[in-house]
């Protein structure tokens, strides 16, 4: 199993980014996929996660309304779109393979090396 996301970069208060999660060697199907982020001197918290079967998505509350996640299938990815940035939202972004959404980051199996996202004027 391989995680890889991609995408981060510095945006201004207010813009958008879209993040990227690229997995192989599982199907689509078998793992929900979250996505994580810390802040340094942070905990690492949870910030969205979508399911395996039925592609329930959830939300924390900080973002809910402003990043929404979604998988394609053809690409084999699950996409992080985040718009209205704040500074707050500053952080490394990860994704993560696991058997159930959760908040809880031991319980995903997998995680990918994560990609930096700076939101500054």
């Known amino acids: 199993v391989q995680l890889q996301a991609s995408g981060g970069g510095l945006v201004q208060p207010g813009g958008s980014l879209k993040l990227s999660c690229a997995h192989s060697?599982?199907?689509?199907?078998?793992?929900?996929i979250g996505w994580f982020r810390q802040a340094p001197g942070k905990e690492r918290e949870g910030v969205s996660c979508?399911?395996?079967?039925?592609?329930?998505?959830y939300y924390a509350d900080s973002v809910k309304g402003r990043f929404t996640i979604s998988r394609d299938n053809a690409k084999n990815t699950v996409l992080l779109e985040m718009n209205d940035l704040k500074p707050e939202d500053t952080a490394v972004y990860f994704c993560?393979?696991?058997?159930?959404?959760?908040?809880?980051?031991?319980?995903?199996?997998?995680w990918g090396q994560g990609t930096q996202v700076t939101v500054s004027s």
């Open positions: 993560a393979a696991g058997n159930i959404c959760s908040w809880n980051r031991l319980r995903y199996a997998y």
């Open positions: 979508v399911s395996n079967s039925i592609g329930r998505t």
């Open positions: 060697g599982f199907r689509l199907d078998d793992y929900v």
